[in-house]
């Protein structure tokens, strides 16, 4: 096997409990990282997440939003919702 020599910087108390962990396990610190690694990277990649715009509606006082317009809000977001499904993000 070929090693690839590399720098990392994390954090002290990360590298402390790795370090401990390691002892534990009677493997050298490099072996702990690399099966974290390896760990990660075998976990299916995690969907970006979508950002979503929420309608904005004017109620007839400011500050309130009548029942009406309540639902209608809700309709519009459930259709804007259902018109963006399968477009990509």
């Known amino acids: ?9 994390i954090p002290d ?10 002892s534990l396990d009677g493997v050298r610190l490099r072996d702990l990282i690399a099966r974290g690694l390896r760990l ?8 970006a997440s979508r950002r979503v715009n929420f309608p904005l509606h004017r109620s007839q006082r400011p500050g309130t939003l009548s029942t009406e317009g309540e639902h209608r809000a809700i309709e519009q977001g459930q ?3 259902d018109d963006s499904c399968g477009e990509p993000v």
Request: hydrophobic share 45%.
């Open 1 to 9: 096997m070929i090693f690839m020599r590399t720098t990392i910087e």
């Open 79 to 81: 259709r804007d919702e």
């Open 40 to 47: 990660v990277l075998a976990e299916p990649a995690q969907p």
């Open 13 to 22: 108390d990360l590298f402390r409990k790795a370090k401990a962990q390691a």
